[in-house]
């Protein structure tokens, strides 16, 4: 069963294509403004256990998880997504990645971040878990997004296969570079136990990808796990893209909802020639099919806020 995360402020004013909406939770959606700008956020996410009806507590979906925190000098937002691998184990990978999202989170809420450093989130949530008084293994790509409000430069990081993408003006005009090992092994945080240090593939947060660059209102960014990208290409998810022409909180949500319903539905059809499947192909394997994996969705539209 799907899950559905909206994130929002009542006071939010926003252009998207050029026509202003009003909504009766988000306030009036304007622009032209040159006040602080904010992220209107709403999510949607299925587990790979969809089918066998098994759901994860909190904004977890599956193995992966995902948080939406705002504090007074910045919105940021991230997801990540826990190796299955462990599972051999005796490891649940949902642990590590859930885990590492609430550090984040919490870090935002008590403003122990800097906007323009999103690494430094990443580093010290890890770091907070290596210190943990129980031992917690598991592994996890991880992206993390922050908008300066003042500034209205969108700051991120990305380990791994997890991404972003940037839309404007139906174009994608930013997007994330994914960080492979080797095929189908991203870059990742680990914590493993004694005995396997060094033999777990394990990443430093500095090795994370960064990027800063400006927005503008109305600016459409879309954060997710592998599973949406392994699934769907670039121009499948413009086209569901353009349903937020008539944007607002409900659209806002029913589009991330569409888009991670779309990416499930292919992930599961065995003559589809998914993105995955091509990159398999393109490393020698002979692989057909979508990539049943989970699915993560965050899609973001930037406003104008006002007190």
Sequence with gaps: ??????????????????????????GRWRGGGSGDYGLVTAGCGFGKDFRKGLLKKGACYGDDACFVARHRSADVLGVADGVGGWRDYGVDPSQFSGTLMRTC???????RFVPSNPVGILTTSYCELLQNK??????STACIVVLDRSSHRLHTANLGDSGFLVVRGGEVVHRSDEQQHYFNTPFQLSIAPPEAE??????????????SFDV???????????GLFDNMPDYMILQELKKLKNSNYESIQ????????????LAYDPNY?????QFACDNGLNVRGGKPDDITVLLSIVAEYTD
């Design 273 to 277: 020639m998914s993105p995955f499947a």
């Design 198 to 211: 060094g033999v777990i593939l394990s990443d430093s947060p500095d090795a994370a990808d960064s990027t």
């Design 134 to 139: 129980v031992p917690l293994l598991g592994s």
């Design 254 to 265: 029913r589009t991330a909802r569409s888009i991670a319903e779309q990416a499930h539905e």
């Design 1 to 26: 069963m799907f899950s559905v995360l909206s994130y929002g402020r009542l006071v939010a004013r926003a252009v998207l294509g050029g026509l202003s909406q009003t909504d009766p939770r988000a």
């Design 216 to 226: 503008q209102l109305g600016d459409i960014i879309l954060t997710a796990t592998d």
């Design 105 to 111: 989170e919490r870090l935002v809420k008590e403003g």
